[in-house]
């Protein structure tokens, strides 16, 4: 891996100063190594969805760390880029059960819907298409996070519609793309009927 | 005590052991590569499978405690196969360049493969490149060869203490690189090389220039600082290829200095290979013969007392010996081994390292006065950081600023803090009381200026009044940057009756009193006071001493004799002849007994046995190799005016502080990159 010098330097802005110093204060005195992870979350969200040198040198002084630690972390979790992305980050699913589920036809139609490849950004630098490993929705597999929220139950269709409202500037209704509520049966519930 | 069951063999293990180090105990081996008793566990290699039985997978050993009545099978059927398994998986990415590796004959991997492994890979695929990583001017990476184990990280975070080293990215991603690959800045970098059981980390200056098997191994003592670091120096022919860690667990365990280890290519650079004379303002290739003759005549008719002699920083025992029976034979008073001037006089307690080493474990509170043992003696520094990781070890220091690797309580600047500490003027005071094993360490940086007899004496009056002294214990230390200083003091090189000391030797010359000054490697030294004497330099570099010379008798360097020094607890040890000097240089000692025999002045010995006996009949104990004859507490330092200002390490370079690493590339290549970093980082100028 490697970091990005492109931009010369990053400081949280006052409310993101205040949200990182109310994180440090859950962890015992001395540990504020601990909050590494949410501080670059919010690090990453306040630069535009990706971490750039100046920010991880930023967030290791601001917890006392030595660069290489806060190095580590942020090129260990898929969820932190160290490289320029674009700000709206779609992130379809391949693991096993989506894959199963048809998570491939779901990657080519948002392909063609968004005119990149995974792991590109667009030609006007909107999105971000990449793949991801199981993220915990197999029950509504197949399915996509697109920034904070969870677009599931997708076909080729469904996908190229959130796709399209997105880039009308629209944000579609999180969730399950069939209508069904959260996972339940598609026929409806089988057990439990009484609650 | 837990009673296990390996391999059939029942063995009872301390509370806490791992059910490797019950293996060991057992006598039987299991494979490891992350594993090192040394370091912290990580349990990422998972090559020490065993199987316990009631388990229902192989166990990784190194990781899983030892509990009563286990069965352990290290080489069981289903063992045997697990630890194939992962010998198999962790070939898969690993390169098969074995014939041209450095680590080729000296490699856990190969080993492991040869006796663990299975013949042939199932993997058809290709391989995994990784892009080598930039460490600096003395790692050289194949990083492709890595396979993980963390031990260069976890080295970096525990014992060196400079947390640069990390891995990057996951699974199949990892890698280990440094921080924006910026060199290491440990002064203990090298031993990387040593732990990596890959290839993966190579010593840059060795890199591609001799296979393992090819050299011969001498075991030898260090001479860089006043450790006495065991070493092996590895030599093919008669060339110095490259210089490794010898285990000795009281003094450095199995870890080195950057300096001890890379600074061998200075033994091949600006070498002293023939006496020189100077005539007419100018040096002359002249014969020992022609030397020793040009000697004798501007000897003849001088006064003993405008004669002195100044033993420098890595002269040896027998040289020393000699050179003091040569100043004997003379008449002169004037002889001085404290080359930086040093106050140190009194009891043989106060120029010792009392606590030991190993006894550093011991102590429980630590005040550093005027000391900055990181780059004056590297592996002291390696064995505080230890006691300092075991916790319950507070850490007092007065002057010297600058990153030690641990945390310290900062007491003062100079003399006067250390006064105030003893007035009670200090909350560190309570904590030296408090503490049942306390130790002090009198750096270089307190006893090496004016007032350093009254330092030593206010230190040892500080070590008196915080107990640091009982019958089964002595905190007190001095902490020494020269190899040949303890030996020198042991010897009694200190001005005779009415003899004048370093100081007064220089000045001495500069009004004339002096006429001639013998320096046994000595260079460290204000040569500007010599330049109206005439100057006898013996030694083994052409450095600043040689610069001022009329003489030069060429010697060997510290790989070339068998020779003895004692190190800063006052422990004698031996190195062997590795490797001949050069051209017509000779054994420091014997140049000396040749001088005298021209001299008529022909001292009694002949041979190294006779001239240890001349030395070990009034000090038995520089005969004990290896062995530490405690000192008992007596007078030492002297009463005196406490000057005001701050205590300053005279160790500015840590990488060149010898004619050897001056005249090194490779410590010249660390000054410019990893001392212009630590400066970087730091913002310090210092």
Request: glycine share 10%.
């Amino acid at each position: 891996m490697s970091l990005s010098p492109d931009v010369e330097s990053f400081a949280f802005t006052p409310e993101n100063e205040e949200r990182a110093r109310a994180h440090i204060a859950k962890y015992p005195e001395g540990r504020q190594a601990s909050a590494v992870l949410p501080l670059l979350h919010l690090a990453q969200a306040q630069h535009g969805g990706w971490l750039p040198q100046a920010a991880i040198e930023y967030v290791a002084a601001f917890l006392e760390m030595p660069k290489i630690r806060v190095e580590e972390v942020a090129s260990f979790y898929d969820m932190f880029n160290t490289g320029p992305t674009a700000r709206c980050q779609v992130r379809i699913c391949t693991t096993t059960p989506c894959w199963l589920c048809g998570s491939d036809d779901i990657v080519a139609a948002v392909e063609a819907a968004l005119g990149c490849k995974v792991g590109e950004n667009t030609a006007d630098g909107r999105f971000y298409l990449r793949e991801f490993e199981c993220l915990g929705a197999c029950a509504n597999a197949p399915m996509m996070w697109i920034d904070d929220d969870y677009y599931e139950d997708l076909t080729p269709e469904r996908a190229t519609a959130v796709i399209e409202a997105l880039k009308r500037g629209e944000r579609p209704a999180p969730g399950p793309q069939s209508g069904r509520q959260g996972a339940i049966p598609f026929g409806g519930k089988t057990t439990l009927l009484e609650v | 005590m837990p009673k296990l069951t390996i391999d059939g063999i029942e063995v009872e293990v301390p509370a806490g052991a791992t059910v490797f180090q019950a293996c060991e105990l057992a006598g039987r081996e299991v494979p490891h590569f992350c594993y090192h008793p040394r370091l912290n566990i990580a349990g990422n290699c998972r090559m020490c499978l065993v199987e316990v039985e009631k388990a229902p997978k192989p166990v990784a050993s190194c990781a899983m405690p030892a509990a009563d009545g286990m069965v352990v099978h290290t080489a069981s059927e289903k063992a045997k196969r697990a630890q194939q398994g992962v010998l198999e998986l962790l070939l898969i990415n690993h390169p098969l360049d074995c014939p041209i590796c450095d680590q080729g004959g000296e490699c856990d991997l190969q080993d492991l493969t040869l006796f663990y492994g299975p013949d042939s890979s199932r993997f058809a695929e290709n391989k995994r490149p990784v892009a080598d990583k930039y460490m600096g001017p003395l790692i050289s990476t194949h990083m492709t060869r890595c396979i993980h184990c963390t031990r260069c990280v976890r080295f970096a975070n525990e014992i060196a203490g400079v947390e640069e080293l990390g891995a990057t990215g996951r699974g199949e991603d990892m890698e280990i690189t440094t921080y924006l690959e910026h060199a290491v800045t440990s002064e203990l970098s090298g031993n990387v090389i040593d732990l990596c059981p890959v290839g993966a980390l190579n010593s840059k200056p060795y890199e591609y220039s001799a296979r393992t098997w090819e050299l011969k191994k001498h075991e030898s003592v260090d001479v860089m600082d006043a450790v006495g670091s065991n070493i092996r120096v590895d030599v093919r022919g008669n060339e110095v290829m490259r210089i490794l860690p010898r285990l000795h667990e009281d003094v450095n365990e199995e870890w080195i200095s950057d300096k001890t280890r890379f600074v061998y290519d200075g033994l091949k650079k600006r070498r002293l290979d023939r006496p020189w004379v100077k005539r007419d303002g100018k040096l002359e290739a002249a014969d020992w013969r022609g030397a020793m003759a040009a000697i004798r005549s501007r000897l003849d008719g001088v006064a003993a007392t405008k004669i002195a002699a100044i033993a420098g920083d890595q002269a040896d025992l027998e040289a020393m010996a000699a050179l003091k029976d040569l100043m004997g034979a003379l008449g002169s008073p004037n002889l001085d081994c404290r080359q930086d001037g040093a106050k140190l006089e009194g009891a043989r307690a106060g120029w010792l390292f009392n606590t030991t080493i190993a006894g550093i474990e011991q102590a429980d509170a630590l005040l550093l006065v005027g000391a900055f043992p990181r780059y004056e003696a590297s592996l002291v520094n390696a064995r505080i950081r230890k006691r300092q990781r075991m916790g319950g070890f507070e850490i007092g220091r007065i002057g010297c600023p600058g990153d030690l690797t641990y945390p310290t309580t900062e007491v003062g600047a100079g003399p006067q803090s250390l006064a105030d500490l003893l007035a009670g003027e200090h909350s560190f005071g309570e904590v030296l009381e408090k503490a049942e094993r306390p130790m002090v360490i009198v750096g270089p940086g307190a006893l090496a200026r004016p007032d350093g007899a009254a330092v030593l004496a206010k230190a040892r009056e500080a070590a008196e009044r915080f107990g640091m002294v009982t019958d089964d214990w002595n905190g007190f230390n001095v902490l020494h940057t020269a190899a040949s200083r303890v030996g020198g003091m042991d010897l009694g090189l200190v001005p005779g009756e009415g003899g004048r000391d370093v100081e007064g030797i220089l000045r001495g010359a500069r009004t004339g009193e002096i006429e001639v000054v013998y320096l046994l490697g000595a260079d460290e030294l204000d040569t500007r006071g010599l330049e109206n004497a005439f100057v006898i330099y013996q030694g083994s570099h052409g450095d600043a001493g040689a610069r001022v010379a009329d003489v030069i008798l060429p010697g060997a360097a510290y790989t070339e004799k068998a020779a003895t020094w004692v190190n800063l607890e006052g422990r004698p040890q031996r190195s062997k002849l590795t490797a001949f000097p050069p051209g017509e240089a000779k054994e420091d000692w014997r140049i000396l007994r040749a001088l005298s025999e021209v001299l008529d002045q022909k001292l009694p010995y002949d041979t190294p046995a006779q001239l240890r006996r001349r030395i070990v009949e009034p000090a038995p104990r520089l005969g004990r190799i290896d062995r530490i004859e405690a000192a008992p507490w007596a007078e030492f330092g002297a009463a005196g005016k406490l000057d005001d200002a701050p205590f300053v390490s005279p160790i500015a370079d840590f990488y060149r502080t010898c004619a050897i690493s001056r005249a090194s590339a490779v410590m010249e290549a660390c000054v410019e990159e990893i001392r212009g970093q630590q400066l970087k980082a730091t913002g310090s100028d210092d």
